[in-house]
Nanobody
Framework: QVQLVESGGGLVQPGGSLRLSCAASGFTLDNYAIGWFRQAPGKEREGVSCISRSGRSTCYADSMKGRFLISRDNAKNAVYLQMNSLKPEDTAVYYC????????????????WGQGTQVTVSS
């Protein structure tokens, strides 16, 4: 059974940092490109970032470029999202998913989802 589990969310002050993790069980993560998505209350889900199977290609939504960094450690069967300079508008539930298709934040297509982790940026 394909399972993805996110962790690392929490409450952080504006300007702070968090590192989200996406761990896989029941399958080998390096067979898949992985994307991060987020959904804020009352808003549509949006693509945040993605990483190819090898890790050589990455993508970011425009508002995350320069602040977020995606990486993967296939030996640990995990993908990470380092989020820096966080803003209140980054508050959302963040999800990781296996993705297919064109690897851009807008066009990647999710397949298997994790349950999400809440990120709240507030003073």
């Amino acid at each position: 059974q394909v399972q993805l589990v996110e962790s690392g969310g929490g409450l952080v002050q504006p300007g702070g940092s968090l590192r989200l993790s996406c761990a896989a069980s029941g399958f080998t993560l390096d067979n898949y490109a992985i994307g991060w998505f987020r959904q804020a209350p009352g808003k549509e889900r949006e693509g945040v970032s993605c990483i190819s199977r090898s890790g050589r290609s990455t993508c970011y939504a425009d508002s995350m470029k320069g602040r977020f960094l995606i990486s993967r450690d296939n030996a640990k069967n995990a993908v990470y999202l380092q989020m820096n300079s966080l803003k209140p508008e980054d508050t959302a539930v963040y999800y990781c998913a296996t993705v297919t298709g064109v690897l851009t934040a807008k066009n990647m297509r999710p397949e298997y989802w994790g349950q999400g982790t809440q990120v709240t940026v507030s003073s």
